[in-house]
């Protein structure tokens, strides 16, 4: 089944920003975990839609093996828990940021999700 509405890539993009860009304001431990709740979501929503275009393309294609790769990467980084310390709890946020991200590069790369 897929989603009737494309996803929304600046929203996706805002959130990854948060935590990742030069010079991000530190976040709270509630904000951490929002965001982090937050990015799992983006992770569940792209991560199939980038998995469905990817399979369009022919084995072997370029686009596709980066697309399906960053797409098993996100999918593991799901299972990362929310840490213990604060350090840890910003380390898998960023992680799950960088994924996020990725996806986003590849569901534009692959046409918003129309190849």
């Given at each position: 089944m897929t989603n009737?509405?494309?996803p929304d890539i600046p929203t996706m993009r805002v959130a990854t920003q948060r935590?990742?860009?030069?010079?991000?304001?530190?976040?709270s431990d509630e904000q951490l975990e929002t965001?982090?709740?937050?990015?799992?979501?983006?992770i569940q929503l792209l991560g199939p839609e980038i998995e469905r275009a990817a399979q369009?393309?022919?084995?072997?294609?370029?686009?596709?093996?980066?697309a399906l790769?960053?797409?098993?990467?996100?999918?593991?980084?799901l299972l990362l828990g929310p840490g213990d310390t604060v350090v840890v709890r910003v380390a898998v946020v960023q992680k799950l940021a960088r994924s996020v991200?990725?996806?986003?590069?590849?569901?534009e790369q692959l046409g918003g999700g129309r190849v």
């Open positions: 009737s509405l494309p935590v990742l860009a030069q010079g991000a304001a530190p976040l965001l982090r709740l937050q990015l799992r979501g983006h369009r393309l022919p084995k072997g294609d370029s686009l596709r093996e980066c790769t960053s797409a098993g990467e996100a999918r593991m980084r991200r990725a996806l986003c590069d590849q569901y």
